[in-house]
Structure formats: C-alpha cells, structure tokens
C-alpha cells in the first residue's frame, strides 16, 4: 500500500488532518517510520525505502506537527481514557468532544478549502451548556478547546 502523502498527492495539510484526527479518537496512535519527515512512495516496495538519516532531507515543519500531536495527547488524559462524544457534524467540518473526569476537550475539523464558523458547548457543563463560536481560517484546518476555557485555543495549524 503507498504511503499516505502519496495517497494524497503529497498534501501535507491532509496529513496533518489525519494526525489530528488518529491523535484524539481512542485507540493507540501509530506513525510509519519516516511519515513524520514527509518520506513518500508509492506501491510495495517503495513504500518501504530505506529512512533518510540526512537531516537536511527531512520536511521539520511536518516533525513538529508530529511531536505536536504527541504532546497534546501526553498532556491531555481526555484524550487517553475519554469518551468520545459527537456534537458537530456538517459538509467537511466536524467535531467531538473527549471527556475524562472533570476535563472535556473539543477537537475539530475543516477539511474545506473555504473559511467555516460553528458553535461548539465550550463550558462548564451544566443543563445548558454555553456555545461559542470556532472560526475556521484558510489556513487553520483544524483545533482543539478545552471545555473550561473562555476561548477557543488551536494547537497547531493544519
């Protein structure tokens, strides 16, 4: 099977989406070597071309992204041992939210090419939980807000 960016057509935003997305649902998260620095290939046995140690071929952007989703899990127990529960879902844009205990994030996705607003129930919960807007951006495809927070905070741009 071909590597992911070459599903894709080398659409790095699309990766991104896809870490995003394999970071927060349950289940253990799990990379192929070299995706995290952009390697490609297509059918067997390019897929499995040897690692490039060269540093100065590897995509750092995509690396951070990477370590980026592995610290938001790592530091956030929600997204370790939380029910998953869906609370938007429209055209290319949906969310959930993840709930441990007292802490609740809501994870969400644009996978349009064109600016979206939704509400999400960011608050405390209550009988009536409060809802406040996200604002997709061109270049934002994706975020994540914790459910205690007066603001929507976006980990990383997708």
Known sequence: MPRFLSCVSGDKSALKLAWLFMFTIPGAPCIYYGDEIGVD????????????????????????????????????????????????????????????????????????????????????????PVWRPLHFRKQNHNSAARGNCDKVERTRSG
Do not use: Q
């Open 41 to 128: 290939g297509g059918h067997d046995p390019e897929c499995r071309k040897a690692f490039p140690w060269d540093e100065d071929k590897w995509d750092k952007s995509l690396l951070d992204y990477a370590k980026a989703c592995t610290s938001l899990r790592t530091e956030n127990v929600a997204l370790r041992r939380g029910d998953l529960k869906r609370v938007y879902a429209e055209g290319e844009v949906m969310a959930y939210s993840r709930t441990h205990k007292n802490d609740t994030l809501f994870i969400a996705f644009n996978a349009s090419k064109e600016e979206k607003v939704i509400e999400l129930p960011i608050g405390k919960k209550a009988a009536h």
